[in-house]
């Protein structure tokens, strides 16, 4: 699928050089970094959620991506006016509601241990994302699939069946790519080959990508 880049505002952009600023071996990702922005946006803009998968430290990663999307990140999301009264008359009088914030939905797939080791058991551990993208997903949400070699098969295999129902794919890889960089409608690959190295420069994007789409929707 092809993904035009289009014109960021002055805020995004100026997200994007700071991170190319702390991290300057990172500019060879930033034209991938947009056009997964991109594919984020239009998501969530249109209603649709997002799925994130990775093994060991990467399903670590899915969870931190999700509680960066899910509540506030940089800003505090406040609730528009409409829905805080819509709150208050369905009971919630209090200053609870208030302290609510404004939501991207993310579903980390590392987390049901319930599901995931059934999967496992009566499927086999190699479908445990698999299953729950056939489960979970809708045309026109997103799967963000992450493995540092490009190469874990449970994660490949969300990724086809997210591609066959219509999901758009975002690879999170290393500098090889593996199978992955090929799968993936984008992928992202840090510039390192080492396990380690390239988890320490996914947290830099996707705390960018989080950065960008909160400034992109919340005030």
């Known amino acids: 699928m092809e993904i035009k880049e289009s014109v960021l505002s002055s805020g995004l952009e100026r997200l994007i050089g700071q991170l190319i600023e702390r991290y300057p071996e990172l500019d060879s990702c930033s034209g991938r970094i947009k056009k997964a922005f991109i594919i984020l946006k239009e998501t969530f803009a249109n209603g649709g959620k997002l799925l994130v998968c990775g093994n060991g430290g990467s399903a670590a990663d899915a969870e931190h991506i999700s509680g960066e999307l899910m509540k506030g990140f940089l ?27 404004g939501s ?19 499927l086999g551990s190699d479908l445990v994302y698999a299953q729950q993208v056939l489960g979970y997903g809708k045309k026109g949400d997103a799967l963000l699939a992450i493995s540092t070699s490009g190469r874990s098969t449970n994660v490949l ?32 690959q840090a510039p390192a080959d080492e396990t380690y190295r390239i988890q320490e420069y996914h947290l830099p994007i996707y705390h960018l990508l989080a950065a960008m789409l909160e400034e992109e929707f919340f005030e």
Request: hydrophobic share 45%; with cysteine; charged share 25%.
């Open 75 to 101: 800003k505090k999301r406040p609730l528009d006016t409409e829905l805080l009264v819509k709150i208050k008359n369905a009971g919630g009088t209090d200053d609870w509601a208030e302290r609510l914030q």
């Open 104 to 122: 991207l939905p993310v579903i980390p797939l590392s987390t049901n241990t319930a599901l995931i080791t059934a999967i496992s058991n009566d």
């Open 157 to 188: 295999r969300a990724v086809m069946v997210a591609k066959a129902i219509g999901l758009r794919t975002i690879g999170l890889t290393g500098e090889a790519g593996g199978f992955l960089k090929d799968l993936c409608d984008i992928t992202i």
